[in-house]
């Protein structure tokens, strides 16, 4: 699996939104670009994923530029229970039964009032 | 809520013991994977099973083992315990249907304390 690179920390206004870059510079063509979360000592959840395409949610965009080789998570309007440590993860296309998530650092997001 | 089940929340017990973490998958998931998060070490993948079977393994040490039933419920098996094994326990799970959709959804995690 590719290789990421996030900024260790970011602040972010309550009601702005928040963007959170990635580099994944070594992405090959059949791996996708995954993004969790993890609220302090809770279980890593789950944000959004895409390939190529830009992907929205109830939760975030995804906006992957067309080389592959960064992304950017934008949640909209970022509320205070959005401070969370937040994973960008590229990961393999295996087949469906394969899969681990490997977590680096992450990007602590720290949204202030 | 995520829809994944973990029990104990918190397990407090000492070194040289064993214990059993165990992890309810959602519904309809069939693959169970188990990872550990330290301090010092972050989030790391320990092992994943698919339909009852082992399907990966990372960095499991060979004290701890893990297997998944029939029913698709999962226990991770950790023994000789030592004190660095103090750390939280995730589970999650996926429905692992294809490459696209393999998104996975975490427990909330055992608290595993080692005095």
């Known amino acids: 699996d590719a290789k990421t690179t996030q900024p260790p920390s970011m602040d972010c206004a309550e009601g702005r939104a928040a963007n959170l870059p990635c580099n994944h510079s070594t992405i090959s063509g059949n791996e996708y670009v995954y993004w969790y979360r993890q609220i302090h000592s809770q279980g890593p959840q789950y944000i959004i994923h895409?390939?190529?395409n830009n992907e929205t949610n109830e939760m975030a965009s995804l906006i992957i530029t067309e080389d592959r080789k960064s992304s950017t998570l934008i949640l909209p309007h970022a509320t205070l229970r959005d401070t969370a440590v937040y994973y960008c993860?590229?990961?393999?296309?295996?087949?469906?039964?394969?899969?681990?998530?490997?977590f680096g650092k992450g990007t602590k997001l720290s949204v202030k009032p | 809520d995520s829809g994944v089940t973990q029990t104990p929340k918190h397990l407090i017990t000492a070194t040289g013991q064993r214990v059993t973490l165990r992890c309810s998958p959602r519904?309809?998931?069939?693959?169970v994977y188990w990872y550990q998060q330290s301090l010092d070490q972050g989030l790391q993948f320990l092992i994943q099973?698919?339909?009852?079977?082992?399907?990966a393994k990372g960095n499991i040490l060979e004290r701890f083992s893990a297997q998944q039933f029939p029913d698709l419920h999962s226990e991770l098996n950790l023994s000789s315990l030592e004190l660095g094994d103090s750390a939280l326990y995730f589970c999650?799970?996926?429905?692992?249907?294809?490459?696209?959709?393999?998104?996975?959804?975490f427990g909330p995690g055992t608290r595993l304390t080692v005095l």
């Open positions: 519904s309809g998931d069939l693959s």
């Open positions: 993860i590229v990961r393999g296309g295996y087949g469906g039964s394969q899969g681990n998530l490997i």
């Open positions: 099973y698919y339909n009852g079977e082992e399907r």
């Open positions: 999650a799970s996926s429905v692992a249907k294809d490459r696209a959709h393999n998104e996975q959804f």
């Open positions: 895409g390939l190529k």
